[in-house]
């Protein structure tokens, strides 16, 4: 990962959501970014060049433009159709996001379009988080990593976070993802948790 | 037989998909709804002569994928009518909007005429606007001309909603009115929304405020919402308004099923209806 003067940045096409230019790169900004959130509180977690990613829950491709500019190419899945015309935007100036609109619970919808991945991220939130992620297991190569964005508000909001967290954490497992490491992500995004697996 | 995107692919053999992205974006559509599709592999597509290398097979995937979301894009924002929602809240605040400039323009010119007062009735054919343009300043009727054009586009806009309305929930506005069928829709959030809503949620679109202090503190809860502004709801006595209300979103409620499912008037259920509404007005 780059990092210029304490700022994360990428290397790539400017001007996606206002970001800020530092010395040519773009700032990619923690608290507009959950993944840059993590980097900020430090994670092994690396993109390389030759990486090809799975992005669920791809929004309006603010994440979805910094993680293109580290990896090769970048299968970003989107249901709702107003952050979808926003991400085609985005997928427009650059050669390696492909944009997929649909389900991410769905994953047999866009099987045709995405070949094995070396790392998924699963940004949805949706009370049915965990199965999302797992459901899509398919599309990870041995080896390959997946990053769970944990919200357990949208899991369910009256259980405390720690509950939560705990029954996400058998669930992942016993869906046959060793986890590797837990971070929670305050102060940039309180009760939210990052976890990262990978597939044996 | 294994077919992926570029191609069907048989043992060495392979059969190349044609490469304008418009048929590849067809096919990958049929290959997931077939739901027996393989994960694609680009080594695949090169050894067997689809594809010349990985970059031509990402280039062409990506293109596939613009057209492929584009085209679903088009169609979930025509399935749900998003248009005709848009137009009711333009409408809305369109009304908000002249309300607060004709608001703001009397009372610059109160303060600037003495002798004005609101409480002067108007003749018949005069508007409150056209009584001030008299005497103003060439300002406030520069303004004043704005707020007359707003009105025009207002009635221009609100004709548009109750045609549109007319074609797309025709038996909801053969029941209530293009206008309050629309209004129901934008409330509801959408056709979909307002086809799967029970009746008595349909009763109450508009009357949030209403209906949560009812939940909250125990005041009586609304008889009525949007509906209130059809003819046989706000024109029935007091006493049989609530009943009034509560038929009509009833059968409502079934037209939004109809308009939404079958896409076509019902003239036998509209005329039963109509008739189970003008009953539950004439009820003592």
Redesign the interface.
Known sequence: MIWIEGHLVSVGPGGVYGERILQGCRVWDPKRSKLAALYYLGTELELGPDHRVLYLGAANGTTVSHVADYTEVVYSVEVAPRPMQDLLVVAGSRKNIIPILADAGRPDLYRPLVEEVDLIYQDVASPRQVSILLGNICFLKEGGTAVLMLKPRSIDVTRPPEDVFREAQTEIEEGGLRILDRVLLSPYYPDHLAFLCRRD | ME???FGDVEGRACEPAPGDPGLLAER?EL??GS?D??????RIAVRCGALRDRAEY??R??DA??I???K??GR??QADHSGLIQMVRMLDQLDEVINLLTERSVEWHRATHPGFSRKRTLPADRTLIALIRQDADETLTGLLDEIERLRGQRSLLMKQVSRRAEEVLPNCSALAGGLVAARLAAEAGGIRELAVMPAASIQVLGAKTALFSHLSTGTPPPKHGIVYQHGRVHGARRENRGRVARTLSAKLAIAARIDYYRKCADTEFLLKAADAVRRAGRRE
């Open positions: 077919s992926y995107w990958i290959l997931a739901g599709a393989c994960i694609p592999d680009w990402l280039e995937l990506r994928a613009f492929l979301a584009e679903n894009l979930i924002l």
